[in-house]
């Protein structure tokens, strides 16, 4: 069974589509990645799954049910903009957000103090959200999503002002809850977080799918296309025309081979101009690369 089943989806506002014929299946005890550029359909897409919308025109199924508010309860869900009560003090929103859930007050006070533990806000228990920075308010917004151990999970942007040690430890959490059996999809314009964390993804573009599956496929359907070149001396070999485009950074390059280009012709063109090759490494496209390539075109 499905953990999500989207099937046709269309949502209008007015003369505006903002979901069209949208179709995408979630299987369960993964993470996805749900992309797209700004405006692309993806808040939208989460708040029809949360029963916040409600579609046009197609189905959508939950855990084998349609939604409902009966299926909304069971997921755990991170918008991206914070909707909690900044004048609560931390200890207490995150006891009855947990108590609304279901738990017991004992249960979810008890969870609440590992909670706030683990993300080192301990000190912070007995303060008000408002007094908390933007990183704290949104560490106390992602355990209200999950302290009721939710089978499902939605996180729309939950790296938005986490610097990179409190980015590391959401990221682990949820691939812990991913091995203990929650399902997960992801919302971010953070490209590396997917590679590193998701089993599949889903791209959305104006509305609709333009590309989705296992991300593992979709980057080895793309072959090794790009040269990762680092040197000292002449870059003048990067005009070679069987490189497609340059991506540059620090000491090296990353150049985009044309179809059938032979890389050795790079390696070779380099060395007869004088420069100094570090390191010269065939990869597959980032993620990232192959979201570009993607919008860029559809």
């Not at 953990?3 to 979630?26: F, H, M, R, W």
């Not at 929103?93 to 108590?99: C, P, R, T």
């Not at 859930?101 to 301990?122: I, K, N, Q, V």
């Not at 151990?149 to 939950?158: G, K, N, S, T």
């Amino acid at each position: 069974m499905d953990a999500i089943s989207i099937e046709n989806v269309t949502k209008s506002y007015d003369a505006v589509t903002a979901v069209s014929g949208v179709n995408l299946q979630v299987r369960e005890g993964a993470i996805l990645g749900l992309l797209g550029p700004n405006g692309a359909g993806k808040t939208t897409t989460i708040r029809m799954v949360m029963n916040i919308l409600v579609p046009d025109e197609g189905t959508i199924r939950v855990l084998g049910k349609p939604v409902s508010d009966k299926t909304r309860e069971i997921i755990g869900y991170l918008p991206e903009e914070r909707g909690l009560y900044p004048r609560m003090q931390v200890r207490s929103l995150i006891v009855f957000l947990g108590a609304l859930r279901g738990l017991s007050e004992a249960e979810a006070d008890r969870r609440a103090l590992e909670w706030l533990e683990r993300f080192e806000l301990s000190e912070w228990a007995d303060k008000k959200l408002v007094d908390l920075s933007k990183g704290m308010q949104q560490k106390v917004q992602f355990i209200t999503a999950v302290i009721h151990r939710p089978p499902l999970v939605i996180l729309d942007e939950p790296f938005s002002g986490l610097d990179p040690v409190n980015a590391a430890t959401v990221k682990d959490i949820m691939l812990e809850m991913r091995s203990q059996g929650s399902t997960i999809v992801l919302s971010t314009h953070r490209m590396e977080q997917v590679e590193k964390m998701c089993d599949s993804i889903c791209l959305i573009n104006k509305g609709r799918n333009i590309l989705d599956g296992e991300l593992r496929a979709i980057k080895q359907s793309y072959g090794k296309n790009t040269v990762h070149i680092e040197f000292t001396g002449p870059d003048t070999f990067l005009s070679d025309p069987a490189i497609a485009s340059i991506n540059r950074f620090g000491s090296g390059v990353e150049a985009k081979l044309k179809p059938g280009a032979d890389p050795q012709q790079i390696l070779k063109a380099a060395i007869e101009v004088g420069a100094q090759i570090n390191r010269f490494e065939l990869l597959e496209p980032s993620l990232n690369d192959i979201f570009i390539e993607k919008t860029a075109h559809a």
